[in-house]
Every structure is written in C-alpha cells, then in structure tokens.
C-alpha cells in the first residue's frame, strides 16, 4: 500500500512540475508571433547546418584513419577477392553519393533559408530533374544487384568437380564438431535420433552404414591448402550460423535439414601470419593483453592468430563462446594430421 502511495504522489508531483513548465512558457510569450523563426534565427540555423555538415565529414575521416586497422585482412579464400571487391565498390558508391547529397543538402538548406520579403519560387513539377534524378539509381542500383547476383551464383556454385573434400560441421549448444568422409571421402549416414553418449556416438551416425565406419570426428579443423572444401553443416537444437571471416563464409545451420557452403582456400596459417596487417594487428592486441597482465587480469595470456570458426546467430548465453580453431595448411601436413585421427569405428571399438 506505501508503494502505491509513493507513486501516485510521484505522478501527481510529475503532473504539477508539468503545468507549472507550460504556465512559464505562457508567461514568456510577448507577441503572438514570437514562435515564428526571425532573419536571425535562420541564419544561425544556416550556419548550424554547416557546422553539422563538418562534423559528419570529420567524424567520417577520423573512422577511416582509426578503424581501417582493425579490418580483416585480405581473403584467405579463392572466391574471397570477388566478394570483397564487390563490397569496396559498393562502398565507394555509397561514400561518394553520401558526401554529394549531404554536401547539396546542407548548402542548399543555407542559400534559401527563410528571409524577411523574401518569396520562394515553387516547382509544381519538372520531368526532366524527375527522370534524371530516378534512372541514375535505377541504373546503379540494377547494376549492383545483378553484380551481386552473379559474383552469389558463383560463390555457391557447390559441386563435386576437382575432387573436393568433404566436411561435416556439426553445431551444437555452444561448440562445434567437425567430421571428414575418411579415406573414402563419403560421409555416412547420420540423424540426431541415433545420437548415443555412453556410446560415444555424439553427432548420432548410423553405426550400420559402412560409409560411417572410416569417418573421423574432431574439435579442431584442418584444411589443405588449395584443395576445394564442400561443407555440410547440421544442427543440433537451435538456428546456428557457420561464419569464417577469414574466408569470407557463411552458411546457417537448420536443424532437421542440411546447408552447404564451399571455398577453396589460398593462404595457409603460417603465411597468413606473416602478413604485415596481420603482424601489427598481434602485436597491438599482445601490448593490451601485456597491460592487462601487469594488473592481474584475465584474458592477458599473449595470442597468436589463427583463423576460427565463429557461430553467427546469438543461439544462448554462451554463444560467445561458440568458436573453433581452424588450421590451413600444406596437402602433406594434411595428410600426416588426418592419418593419426581415429576413425569412427575404432572410436566404437574403444568404448566397448
């Protein structure tokens, strides 16, 4: 009941704070037009017009002298330089309209501002400024759309040419597993109903499908160099979203249904590593991370890049955690790494 009280007081207080705030705006007026802007008064509007304009132009260049480091570094994937060639484009139109439009804007909302005897000239309509003004966007706009569609149409153009290989990726509340077709390339059957745990049968394969028997099932993801990768992607429970910055990939993971993705990649860790924007990019996040140790803190340890796998849709409370390592390297690396994997069948073998 006090509560009730306090907040109806509150409002009631509220109320009256109001009222007494129209009755001194009241008190103020002198004439019944002192609400109506003045010579004055648009002419500092021009100029609060320009003053703005510098700040957006300002606020723009300091974001491009800033952040432009924090950027990913160049495609670590075959199809990766279309796309981002595709963006810059895109951005550069953006930017240049931006900048012309904002600049006409504000110019022209000073030259004819408001003025004491003075009469604006008023259009009805002009169909020459209307069409221009229209086909212009239409032409660019079409053409990025259809540039678009072509460079996406590329992109998933997912096929078995030049011997691909094949990987699962498995996503689950919160981690990732992935899972290679083994020696004979083909995945085996699989369905979250037979998934087994006692068993070890965590992605649920079909024990009795002899394609199943050789796969391999792993929390670290290894990628030959130059080889093509066709991904097949599950889900467990909940929309996930396979996203490999890096890679310039992304693919939603439906459960009950399976998405694909391919790309071919071009730059192994090891040179990646290497790369200046990369080096640099290390060796600010270590100088944080030194300060942070020198404090006490967590999360201070000295990091190395790597590529990762990233989910990309906030599937629950420790989505951010949902990542794992990706590791590119050569076809021979590969292969030693991949022939000291256990199979799914010896897995099998072990928990009996």
Request: with cysteine.
């Amino acid at each position: 009941m006090t509560t009730l009280l306090i907040l109806i007081v509150l409002v009631l207080v509220a109320i009256a704070i109001w009222q007494m705030t129209k009755i001194f705006e009241l008190s103020k007026l002198k004439s019944e037009d002192s609400q109506v802007a003045t010579d004055k008064d648009n002419k500092y509007n021009g100029y609060l017009l320009f003053a703005f304009l510098i700040f957006i132009y300002g606020i723009t260049i300091f974001s491009f002298y800033k952040y432009t480091k924090v950027l990913l570094p160049e495609a670590a994937s075959a199809h990766g330089a279309d796309y981002d060639y595709l963006l810059l484009v895109s951005f550069i139109i953006i930017f240049f309209v931006q900048t012309l439009t904002q600049a006409l804007l504000h110019y022209f909302g000073y030259k004819y501002r408001g003025e004491k005897g003075k009469k604006a000239l008023f259009f009805a309509d002009n169909d020459r400024l209307e069409f221009i003004w229209t086909i212009i966007p239409v032409i660019v706009l079409a053409g990025l759309i259809l540039w678009g569609l072509y460079t996406w149409t590329n992109i998933m153009d997912i096929n078995d040419e030049d011997d691909p290989l094949i990987v699962e990726l498995y996503a689950q509340q919160f981690n990732w597993t992935a899972r290679y077709g083994g020696t004979d390339n083909v995945l085996g059957g699989a369905n979250v109903r037979m998934i087994d745990i006692d068993k070890a049968n965590v992605l649920g394969l079909d024990e009795s499908d002899p394609n199943a028997s050789d796969d391999i099932i792993v929390k670290e993801l290894h990628l030959p160099v130059g080889r093509k990768v066709n991904f097949k992607m599950r889900s467990q429970d909940v929309l996930h979203s396979a996203y490999m910055p890096h890679f310039r990939a992304q693919m939603n993971c439906v459960p009950g249904m399976t998405t694909e993705f391919s790309f071919t990649p071009t730059i192994t860790t090891a040179e990646m590593r290497l790369k200046p924007d990369v080096v640099d990019k290390v060796k600010r996040t270590n100088k944080i991370r030194a300060e942070r140790a020198a404090n006490g803190e967590d999360n201070s340890d000295p990091w190395e890049f790597d590529y990762i796998l990233l989910c990309n849709k906030i599937c629950g409370k420790s989505h951010y955690n949902m990542q794992m390592k990706i590791i590119v390297e050569s076809e021979e690396d590969y292969n030693t790494w991949i022939e000291s994997q256990q199979t799914f069948s010896q897995t099998m073998a072990s928990m009996q």
